[in-house]
């Protein structure tokens, strides 16, 4: 895993060795250096251990996808921004499991940060309406759902968000607890 930096220099390098062979009429080896450059760019833009992290989510393989993301020691300088919201985005799935407090704040960051696919965007939001609504924020947690499901195009999530909303639905037919010292049983005496 090289930094973001060092793989612009080693594909201008390919590239200008790339001119010097096609000057000499080395002109299969000129190809080859074109094409080793193009493979630079294209890891400049899309991050190999995202993608196999992404590979071992997708085989729910949380200890996989955890040991891929931990290879990136320095996230903010290995990372574009779009790469740093996937990061984020994925470190949010992963302690989502655990630590809501912090998936919340991974979540928030990779949302501020973008994320390229509408469908991850709404997988995003539906994920912070579940933890708004466990933490009785009912209100966030209806606005978080509502532009999930304006993000949710291919109707991907369509079932998650309706279960969502009837657990909303649900929670808000409930009766309120009340606690502490007010004009009850035992206020006069």
């Not at 833009?45 to 949380?62: G, H, S, T, Y």
């Not at 499901?149 to 291919?154: I, T």
Request: net charge positive; hydrophobic share 45%; aromatic share 8%.
């Amino acid at each position: 895993m090289f930094n973001k930096n060092i793989k612009i220099v080693l594909a201008a390098a390919c590239i200008g060795i790339a001119v010097w062979q096609f000057m000499e009429n080395e002109i299969g080896n000129g190809i080859m250096l074109i094409l080793l450059a193009a493979i630079f760019v294209l890891l400049y833009f899309k991050n190999e251990v995202i993608i196999l992290a992404f590979l071992r989510l997708r085989k729910q393989d949380f200890e996989g996808a955890q040991k891929w993301l931990s290879k990136i020691r320095n996230p903010e300088g290995a990372l574009t921004k779009k790469q740093l919201g996937y990061y984020n985005y994925l470190q949010g799935l992963m302690v989502s499991q655990t630590n809501m407090t912090q998936a919340e704040k991974y979540f928030k960051k990779a949302i501020g940060l973008g994320l390229s696919m509408s469908s991850d965007l709404a997988m995003a939001k539906l994920n912070l309406a579940g933890i708004a609504m466990t933490k009785n924020r009912k209100r966030e947690a209806q606005i978080l759902l509502k532009e999930a499901k304006g993000h949710d195009k291919h109707n991907m999530l369509a079932e998650q968000i309706k279960m969502m909303e009837q657990n909303m639905k649900r929670a808000g037919n409930q009766p309120k607890q009340q606690y502490g010292g007010g004009r009850g049983r035992g206020g006069r005496r």
